[in-house]
């Protein structure tokens, strides 16, 4: 198949891991979400190969990378190398943290992305780099 649907809440109900590698089947890298509850302290740790990004999709998270501490909203993005210890909390006493956590080891692919339809190059580059 060349493509899948689903929704959070298709992939799972109540506070913990979604499996999106598993429910859109995607082989090439891991990817999952994570729901934590209002206060949640999340937990310190590191990884052997996989570098981690997280995007905060709702909430806000508390993200621990040595001493650096940071708060951050909706939309929010930060990278930690994989053997980096972080800890990611849920910095509100009310509202749930939901994040998408890629993982994924091997580097860069260049760039390969081409227009179906050439018409829509001079849109593209209106759009940015």
Do not use: I
């Not at 909203?73 to 800890?87: A, D, I, M, N, Q």
């Amino acid at each position: 198949m060349g493509h899948s649907f689903s929704s959070l809440d298709e992939l799972g109900t109540g506070y913990g891991f979604r499996k999106v590698r598993r429910g859109l089947g995607v082989t090439a890298f891991g990817v999952n979400a994570t729901v934590f509850p209002p206060g949640f302290e999340g937990f310190l740790h590191y990884h052997d190969e996989q570098d981690e990004p997280y995007f905060v999709h709702a909430g806000t998270a508390r993200v621990e990378v040595g001493d650096d501490v940071r708060e951050l909203g909706p939309g929010g993005l930060v990278h930690v190398e994989s053997k980096t210890p972080r800890k990611v909390s849920n910095a509100s006493a009310t509202d749930d943290l939901v994040l998408l956590v890629v993982g994924g080891k091997g580097g860069y692919v260049e760039r390969d992305g081409h227009l179906v339809d050439p018409g829509d190059a001079e849109r593209r580059a209106a759009l940015g780099s």
